[in-house]
């Protein structure tokens, strides 16, 4: 079945510095693939998406590429900031081909702590 | 609404009780899904929505778990018999149809003592 395989956390990082965050995935079709962001005592909100192979999806600062030839999909920013802290999903959108709809599969997540 | 809203935000029950969560989505949405957040791992699958109906419940772990939707509206998802290892947090997410961007709500964080 569809998963989604993400680095282990936490990633300790000073401000400033480069982040990458690895992400792969296994899919049965042409998935579309998302990072989400859960700020501490916030719920999951989207940062980013691509739809399709070599799209690039960036927001905040925020970019990933969707590599189909090597199934992945990291996430970088050049220079993360405290604000940054927070824990970060990778997830893909399959399409259920029987039910006609979406099924959104989760990694485990990335703890992120910027330090001044 | 504005987002989705979850309700309560924190729930302690005695293991045994039942307990129910409460999601509403954002007005319009069709689709709705039910996720759980285990300490320190990702997110689960339970159950989604499609207006009233449920195509896909391959995620609830038993049967002591259920959820139905009213109205194309308000979810609630009802945990029979609590047990120590369903504490968690409860996600509720919708998206215009199933096809678009998940908004998630805050969650209901679920402590079975």
């Known amino acids: 079945g569809d998963s989604v395989t993400q680095m282990e956390g936490p990633v300790t990082l000073s401000e400033e510095a480069f982040l990458t965050i690895n992400c792969t995935y296994t899919a049965t079709g042409y998935p579309s693939l998302f990072w989400y962001v859960q700020y501490p005592g916030e719920g999951l909100q989207l940062l980013l998406k691509a739809t399709k192979a070599d799209d690039k999806g960036s927001n905040k600062g925020f970019e990933a590429t969707y590599r189909k030839e090597t199934t992945s999909f990291h996430l970088e920013k050049g220079s993360v900031q405290v604000s940054d802290s927070a824990v970060y999903f990778c997830a893909l959108s399959d399409l259920v081909f029987s039910g006609g709809y979406n099924k959104l599969i989760f990694g485990a997540g990335t703890r992120l702590a910027v330090h001044p | 609404g504005a987002g989705v809203s979850q309700s309560p935000s924190n729930k302690v029950t005695e293991k045994g009780k039942d307990v129910e969560l409460r999601c509403d989505p954002i007005s319009g949405h069709t689709a709705l899904y039910w996720y759980r957040q285990r300490l320190g791992q990702g997110l689960e699958f339970l159950i989604y929505f499609q207006g009233n109906s449920a195509p896909d419940k391959s995620g609830l772990p038993s049967d002591r778990f259920s959820a139905e939707r009213t109205g194309e509206s308000v979810s609630t998802l009802t945990i029979q018999r609590t047990q120590q290892e369903d504490s968690a947090v409860y996600l509720c997410?919708?998206?215009?149809?199933?096809?678009?961007?998940?908004?998630f709500g805050q969650g209901t964080r679920l402590t079975v003592v």
């Open positions: 997410a919708s998206s215009l149809d199933g096809n678009t961007e998940a908004f």
